[in-house]
């Protein structure tokens, strides 16, 4: 088992920044990979960005890409999401997500075990 807890959001202007964070417990974090989701009112649940492990490769959706970057500290099992110059349509709540299998699959929500329970990321225009 993996407990997540996301922390982080809140309203910030166009072009702002903020810094995303998710606290694992349970399981050895460092052998999981782990995801960014957010999730719009109306909207399904997208993928944004994933970090796998050991080797730290990342994986970004092409909306966030330049904009947001996702990390890892495995000895503070925290990974972030520092998302920068925020759009409107960046609005939502936000996820972090775990799994083990790193590949083909690691952008579909279907793909990961555990769930936060979200942060939500207001950006006004």
């Known amino acids: 088992q993996v407990q997540l807890v996301e922390s982080g959001g809140g309203l910030v202007q166009a072009g702002g920044s903020l810094r995303l964070s998710c606290a694992a417990s349970g399981r050895t974090f460092s052998s999981v990979v782990m995801g960014w989701f957010r999730q719009a009112p109306g909207k399904e649940r997208e993928f944004v960005a994933a970090?796998?492990?050991?080797?730290?490769?990342?994986y970004y959706a092409d909306s966030v890409k330049g904009r947001f970057t996702i990390s890892r500290d495995n000895a503070k099992n925290t990974v972030y999401l520092q998302v920068n110059s925020l759009k409107p349509e960046d609005t939502a709540v936000y996820y972090c997500?775990?799994?083990?299998?790193w590949g083909l699959g690691s952008d579909t929500p279907s793909a990961y075990h555990y769930w936060g329970q979200g942060t939500q990321v207001t950006v006004s225009s």
């Open positions: 997500a775990a799994t083990y299998r």
């Open positions: 970090i796998s492990w050991p080797a730290s490769s990342t």
